[in-house]
């Protein structure tokens, strides 16, 4: 993945976040959340699943060398 790339992916995911922020006292649909980052629903569930994978890798790195388990 290209640099720009991850730049507009960054971009189209603050944007879910903005919306997220505005919507808190509204169901929060994943159709709705993928339109708003311009993905279809199955390109916007594979990317979440991989930033939760690379999440889930930084927290087993993080919790050992800071001395929590």
């Not at 507009?8 to 708003?36: C, F, I």
């Amino acid at each position: 993945m290209s640099n720009s790339d991850k730049v507009e992916y960054a971009r189209r995911l603050n944007g879910v976040l903005d919306y997220v922020d505005q919507h808190l006292d509204t169901s929060l649909e994943l159709e709705k959340l993928a339109e708003v980052a311009h993905f279809s629903r199955f390109i916007f569930t594979v990317y979440l699943l991989l930033e939760w994978v690379k999440c889930r890798e930084l927290m087993r790195e993080y919790l050992p060398a800071s001395g929590m388990q």
